[in-house]
T-cell receptor, first 115, second 113 residues
Framework: AQKVTQAQTEISVVEKEDVTLDCVYE???????LFWYKQPPSGELVFLIR??????QNEISGRYSWNFQKSTSSFNFTITASQVVDSAVYFC????????????FGDGTTLTVKP | DTGVSQDPRHKITKRGQNVTFRCDPI?????LYWYRQTLGQGPEFLTY????????KSRLLSDRFSAERPKGSFSTLEIQRTEQGDSAMYLC???????????FGPGTRLTVL
């Protein structure tokens, strides 16, 4: 069975600090996809990134970066120089190739960035 | 607006009543998903469609829940004989493929009194 764990329930930082959100996953499939979504206070989930299990290259997009390590089943998300607008709930999710369509989400990490 | 839309945005009902929610996906997306989200939790998968075919249903989806996507476009989720435990945000998402990112609607918040 697939499972996603986000151990950090809440994180609070001061603007311009760097922050890393942890995600650990469990799956029996060798082919799977990992995602990060952002849910701002307005409530609508917004897709941030997708990685497949064969691509362990880290990715950087502006102030966002992702570190995928199969050896530790982790897919961590770092925000550099955080801003107040980054305040949101962030969800990590997993989809297995053999169970296409069903995404399992973690319980989310609430990030608060204070000015 | 070409995003996923859901109607209504809020629904308050009394226990025992039936409710129906509608989701309009992004037009070219053949995959449509329903999730339920309660406070402090991530979205929980309920069911998904590929075109008009319902391909999987979660164990969470009791026989009081039914979903349809009759023409492979919009979808409805009906809850019969609502219970207080059904109070949650019901999210709809669509995707052009089975393993790609999902695009979420704003959700329907259900409150069962």
């Amino acid at each position: 069975a697939q499972k996603v764990t986000q151990a950090q329930t809440e994180i609070s930082v001061v603007e311009k600090e760097d922050v890393t959100l942890d995600c650990v996953y469990e799956t029996r499939d060798t082919t799977y996809y990992l995602f990060w979504y952002k849910q701002p206070p307005s409530g609508e989930l917004v897709f941030l990134i997708r990685r497949n299990s064969f691509d362990e290259q880290n990715e950087i997009s502006g102030r966002y970066s992702w570190n995928f390590q199969k050896s530790t089943s982790s897919f961590n998300f770092t925000i550099t120089a955080s801003q107040v607008v980054d305040s949101a709930v962030y969800f990590c999710a997993l989809s297995e190739h053999t169970n296409a369509g069903k995404s399992t989400f973690g319980d989310g990490t609430t990030l608060t960035v204070k000015p | 607006d070409t995003g996923v839309s859901q109607d209504p945005r809020h629904k308050i009902t009394k226990r025992g009543q039936n409710v129906t929610f509608r989701c309009d996906p992004i037009s070219e997306h053949n995959r449509l998903y329903w999730y339920r989200q309660t406070l402090g939790q991530g979205p929980e998968f309920l069911t998904y469609f590929q075109n008009e075919a319902q391909l999987e249903k979660s164990r969470l989806l009791s026989d009081r829940f039914s979903a349809e996507r009759p023409k492979g476009s919009f979808s409805t989720l009906e809850i019969q004989r609502t219970e207080q435990g059904d109070s949650a945000m019901y999210l709809c998402a669509s995707s052009p493929t089975g393993l790609g990112e999902q695009f979420f609607g704003p959700g329907t918040r259900l409150t069962v009194l």
